[in-house]
């Protein structure tokens, strides 16, 4: 896909913020730390759209990205180790409940896990929850360039047994470094 405008629309914690837009829209869900914005800034071919953090839980809000004037993506605030308080944990998860429930427009959902490790109990939380409310996920394994291209393959069957994946979900692997799989997600995300 040709990239000719991006830019950050506007944040939200609940449903009467979220832009007034009939625009289709990708959600971006993972770990604390697992890449999503760097993704997001691969996908759009940006370097700096979606802030970078090194402090994990650094997304808080739901933050809505225009592209083009035709597509919306969607940044929802990281889960996992992110050092904040229990009480602020379970507003997020509030936050990004109400967001896959009642956002009617909402296209596709993509978790992102880090191909370089097993996913996590958080991780298979998030994947059941994303189930619940969609047909299906795609399943990003991110930091692709940080391992051997011989394991590759080996990895993705580690994430795709321990999610318990089933046959409407796809799994790959993507370097927002090199940007390798960034061709292949966006005909999966425009469904060619």
């Not at 040709?2 to 959600?27: G, W």
């Not at 996992?80 to 959902?109: D, F, P, T």
Request: charged letters at 25%; proline letters at 3%; aromatic letters at 8%.
């Amino acid at each position: 896909m040709i990239i000719k405008e991006c830019r950050f629309l506007k944040s939200a914690v609940s449903q009467n913020q979220y832009p007034d837009s009939n625009l289709p829209e990708i959600a971006f869900s993972g770990r604390s730390n697992v890449g999503k914005s760097s993704l997001i800034n691969s996908l759009l071919n940006r370097k700096k759209l979606v802030k970078i953090s090194s402090i994990p839980g650094k997304t808080r809000l739901i933050n809505f990205f225009l592209v083009n004037e035709k597509l919306m993506m969607v940044d929802l605030p990281g889960y996992g180790y992110a050092s904040v308080s229990k009480s602020e944990k379970q507003a997020w998860g509030k936050m990004i409940e109400g967001y896959l429930k009642n956002r009617e427009n909402l296209k596709n959902v993509i978790l992102l896990v880090d191909i370089r490790h097993k996913p996590t109990a958080d991780d298979k939380l998030m994947y059941d929850f994303i189930k619940y409310y969609r047909k299906s996920v795609i399943i990003i394994a991110t930091k692709s360039d940080k391992i051997a291209k011989s394991s590759v393959n080996g990895n993705l069957n580690i994430i795709k047994q321990t999610l318990g994946i089933d046959s409407n979900d796809i799994v790959m692997p993507y370097s927002s470094k090199t940007h390798a799989g960034r061709e292949e997600l966006w005909k999966v995300l425009l469904g060619e």
